[in-house]
């Protein structure tokens, strides 16, 4: 059974930080692309950032950029996405997503993801 879960969101003040886990189990994921999207109360879910599985490329979606980084530790099978001056409008539900193909690209699309984790809620209050 494979399972991404993820982890560390919370109620933060604009202007903090959060870091996210997601630590994938019952495979390995070090040859996929992991990313993150992110989805706000009644809007869809979109793309927020991802790393290949090297980890050599990261790209970020222009709302997070500056504020956003995604790392990986491979060894530990676990994805991160630091994010720093958050922002009332950066709430939302955060899910990491492993893209289905290995070796992919960094950009995908919510039709190119293999798995989910079931989403941490983070919160930020102005």
């Known amino acids: 059974q494979v399972q991404l879960v993820d982890s560390g969101g919370g109620v933060v003040q604009a202007g903090g930080s959060l870091r996210l886990s997601c630590a994938a189990t019952g495979r390995t994921f070090c040859s996929y692309t992991m990313g993150w999207f992110r989805q706000a109360p009644g809007t869809e879910r979109v793309f927020v950032g991802a790393?290949?599985?090297?980890?050599?490329?990261?790209l970020y979606a222009n709302s997070v950029k500056g504020r956003c980084t995604i790392s990986r530790d491979n060894a530990k099978n676990t994805v991160y996405l630091q994010r720093n001056s958050l922002k009332p409008e950066d709430t939302a539900v955060y899910y990491c997503?492993?893209?289905?193909?290995?070796?992919?690209?960094?950009?995908?699309?919510?039709?190119?993801?293999?798995?989910w984790g079931q989403g941490t809620q983070v919160t930020v209050s102005s």
């Open positions: 790393i290949t599985w090297s980890g050599g490329t990261v």
């Open positions: 997503a492993a893209r289905r193909l290995p070796y992919g690209g960094t950009y995908f699309t919510q039709n190119e993801v293999g798995y």
